[in-house]
């Protein structure tokens, strides 16, 4: 079974400094990664998505993440944090090859932008 | 093509009274999706249906709660006497069954419920 780890529960960062979320993973198959971010009292938006094509993943407003095998990482990365950008952060593992398309999410990163 | 459509947004409730939650997926999904948010935790799986069929209940408490996708109409997660402690955010998720790749799921912006 896939199981993901957000190793910080808390991210403090001053407005123009990069940001650096970080996301472990295990899972049996060749996993889909995901990092959805949501907003106070707002759902979830999809930032990116990892599915096997480039390890190298863009997604919205700025940010990338890199797919590492060999550590089993997913961290996600800004090269500078705006105010916007305040909010839960959320990594998640899904086991392809499974048609229940059983998701595991991350317990999440409260990133908070100082000015 | 609008997105994974959630109401109520905010729903209040007494204790001992039912609890009623509508999703509607994103047009031509079939597979939706309940997560439950309590405060300070994560995102927890509740179930996963598709058209008629429930797929995956294991995240669902034993007792009263249940959920159902009828062919017509949307997605009702019912949670029946509700306890303070459902008070949750309960976010609904759909995807598209057959050629989309990577198991990408579409959120819904959540209904929050508060037991009073």
């Known amino acids: 079974a896939q199981s993901v780890t957000q190793l910080d529960s808390h991210v403090s960062v001053s407005e123009g400094t990069p940001v650096l979320l970080r996301c472990n993973y295990s899972s049996s198959y060749s996993p889909s990664l995901f990092w959805y971010v949501q907003h106070p009292n707002k759902g979830l938006q999809l930032l990116l998505k990892y599915t096997s094509a480039a390890t190298l993943v863009k997604g919205i407003n700025g940010f990338e993440a890199e797919f590492k095998k060999s550590e089993t990482s997913f961290h996600l990365t800004k090269p500078s944090a705006h105010m916007s950008d305040a909010a839960e952060y959320f990594c998640v593992v899904s086991d392809d090859w499974k048609v229940d398309n059983d998701m595991r999410f991350g317990a999440g990163t409260r990133l908070t932008v100082k000015p | 093509n609008a997105g994974v459509m959630q109401n109520p947004r905010h729903l209040v409730r007494r204790r001992g009274q039912e609890a009623r939650l509508r999703c509607s997926p994103m047009k031509g999904h079939s597979h939706v999706y309940w997560y439950r948010q309590l405060p300070e935790e994560g995102l927890k799986f509740m179930v996963y249906l598709q058209k008629e069929n429930i797929i995956d209940e294991s995240g669902m408490p034993k007792e009263r709660f249940s959920a159902e996708f009828p062919k017509e109409g949307p997605s009702i997660l019912r949670i029946q006497q509700v306890v303070r402690g459902d008070s949750a955010a309960y976010f609904c998720?759909?995807?598209?069954?057959?050629?989309?790749?990577?198991?990408?799921?579409?959120f819904g912006e959540g209904s929050w419920l508060t037991v009073v």
């Open positions: 998720a759909s995807s598209y069954s057959g050629t989309d790749t990577g198991n990408t799921i579409y």
